[in-house]
C-alpha cells in the first residue's frame, strides 16, 4: 500500500507533462500556421499591386492605375496623395505633365471613385479557418524612381516623368475578430 501513493503521483505527473507537452506543439503549429498565412497574403498582395501598376496584360475592365507607378507617396497617410483628388483633377495633372490618362485598352480609364486607390493599398485576399481568420495585405511603403533632375512645378506630384526602379513593401496579416494574430 505504501507503494501505491508515489506510483500514482508518479503517473499523474507524466499526463500533466504528456498534456502541457501536446499542448504547447498544438500552440506552435497554429502560430506557424497563422504566419504562413500572412506571408501568402503579402505574397498576394504584392501580386495584386504588380498587376494593377502593370500597363500591360490587364483584362479590358480594369481602371488605368499605372500613372501610380510614378507618383509621390505620402509615407505618413500610407497612400499616393494624388489618388485623393477627384477623377477630373487627376486627369489634368497627368495631361499637365503629358502622362497618358488611359491604359493599353480603350476601355481603361480612370476610376471614377476613390475604391480601387483604397483597395490597391490595402484588401482583403481570403479567409481561413472557416472564415474567421482574415487574410490582408496592406502596402506600408512605396518609394517611387527619382528624377536625376527637376521636375516643373506644375508636375510636384510625380517623382518622376522617365521611369525607373520603385520598390515596394508589402505586409501580409491574419486577424481574428480585429485583433493581429501574425504578419509577415
Known amino acids: 500500500m505504501p507503494l501505491v501513493f508515489p506510483v500514482l503521483l508518479l503517473l499523474i505527473l507524466g499526463a500533466v507533462t504528456l498534456a502541457s507537452r501536446s499542448t504547447n506543439s498544438y500552440l506552435a503549429a497554429s502560430k506557424q500556421s ?5 506571408r501568402q497574403a503579402a505574397e498576394s498582395g504584392m501580386n495584386r499591386v504588380l498587376r494593377a501598376l502593370n500597363p500591360y496584360g490587364k483584362n479590358a475592365g480594369d481602371p488605368y492605375l499605372s500613372f501610380l507607378l510614378l507618383s509621390n507617396w505620402d509615407q505618413t497617410a500610407k497612400n499616393w496623395p494624388i489618388s485623393k483628388l477627384g477623377q477630373a483633377a487627376i486627369r489634368s495633372r497627368l495631361e499637365r505633365c503629358r502622362i497618358s490618362t488611359r491604359g493599353m485598352r480603350e476601355s481603361q480609364v480612370l476610376p471614377s471613385t476613390s475604391q480601387p486607390y483604397d483597395r490597391l493599398v490595402s484588401d482583403v485576399v481570403g479567409t481561413t479557418g472557416n472564415g ?3 487574410l490582408r495585405y496592406t502596402i ?3 518609394v517611387p524612381p527619382q528624377s536625376a533632375a527637376g521636375l516643373p512645378n506644375e508636375c510636384s506630384d510625380f517623382s518622376t516623368l522617365t521611369g525607373g526602379s520603385a520598390q515596394i513593401t508589402i505586409e501580409g496579416t491574419v486577424d481574428i475578430n480585429g485583433k493581429q494574430l501574425a504578419s509577415q
Open 34 to 38: 497563422d504566419a504562413q498565412a500572412a
Open 132 to 134: 474567421k481568420r482574415t
Open 140 to 142: 506600408v511603403d512605396f
